[in-house]
């Protein structure tokens, strides 16, 4: 079992960058891969983001690709998003995600965080 708790969600202007915090505690093999989802009313949650421990290997979205970084400190179990040029379309509740492997924490992660919004005003 893992438990993601995610933090630094808030209203910021287009252009803005802001950064997501989300620490995970529970069964280290279950975090293997840590990442991000958004979702907004009425739409499916997208995937944007995901880091393996150890290796750093990274997955991106396209749509986010150049503008948002993802990083980890194994250490803490603790996964970062850093959202840069902001767009109003990025607004959404972003939740952090987590699986023993790559296709999971990209489609149908066995761990999910509560969620925290993000608002980009125009």
């Known amino acids: 079992q893992v438990t993601l708790v995610e933090s630094g969600g808030r209203l910021v202007q287009a252009g803005g960058s802001l950064g997501l915090s989300c620490s995970a505690s529970?069964?280290?093999?279950?975090?293997?891969?840590m990442g991000w989802f958004r979702q907004t009313p009425g739409k499916e949650r997208e995937f944007v983001a995901a880091?393996?421990?150890?290796?750093?290997?990274?997955y991106f979205a396209d749509s986010v690709e150049g503008r948002f970084t993802i990083s980890r400190d194994d250490a803490q179990n603790t996964v970062y998003l850093q959202m840069n040029s902001l767009k109003p379309e990025d607004t959404a509740v972003y939740y952090c995600?987590?699986?023993?492997?790559?296709?999971?924490?990209?489609?149908?992660?066995?761990?999910w965080g509560q969620g925290t919004q993000v608002t980009v005003s125009s």
């Open positions: 529970g069964r280290a093999f279950d975090s293997t891969f």
């Open positions: 995600a987590a699986d023993s492997n790559p296709y999971g924490v990209r489609n149908v992660p066995n761990y």
């Open positions: 880091i393996r421990r150890g290796s750093g290997t990274t």
